[in-house]
């Protein structure tokens, strides 16, 4: 099983960035996928996620608005576009997929490494 997360890099305030997932090793068209972020000192912190079917997503308040989750099952991939990024967005994303419809954090059983955001104001 394998999550690649890649996409990050840095930007300034207001910048986007489209973060991609790669899975593989297991039947991701069954399974929720999910982004989540942590900044130094602080614990992980979900961001999105989406059901396998692309029906239901769901998202923090905090990115409301401004981040969407988006997968392509026939390509095994996720996404996050993130627009109007703000330096509070700084952060190292994780991608993750779980088995359940609307998982908790928890139930996630299958984390990728990371890939990091860095926004200058």
């Known amino acids: 099983v394998q999550l690649q997360a890649s996409g990050g890099g840095s930007v300034q305030a207001g910048g986007s960035l489209r973060l991609s997932c790669v899975a593989s090793?297991?039947?991701?068209?069954?399974?929720?996928m999910g982004w989540f972020r942590q900044s130094p000192g602080k614990e992980r912190e979900f961001v999105a996620r989406?059901?396998?079917?692309?029906?239901?997503?769901v998202s923090a308040a905090s990115v409301k608005g401004r981040f969407t989750i988006a997968r392509d099952n026939r390509e095994k991939v996720a996404y996050l576009q993130m627009n109007s990024l703000k330096p509070e967005d700084t952060a190292v994303y994780y991608c993750?997929?779980?088995?359940?419809?609307?998982?908790?954090?928890?139930?996630?059983?299958?984390w990728g490494r990371g890939t990091q955001v860095t926004v200058s104001s």
């Open positions: 993750a997929a779980s088995s359940l419809w609307q998982p908790t954090t928890r139930d996630y059983a299958y």
């Open positions: 989406i059901t396998w079917n692309g029906v239901s997503t």
């Open positions: 090793g297991f039947t991701v068209s069954t399974y929720t």
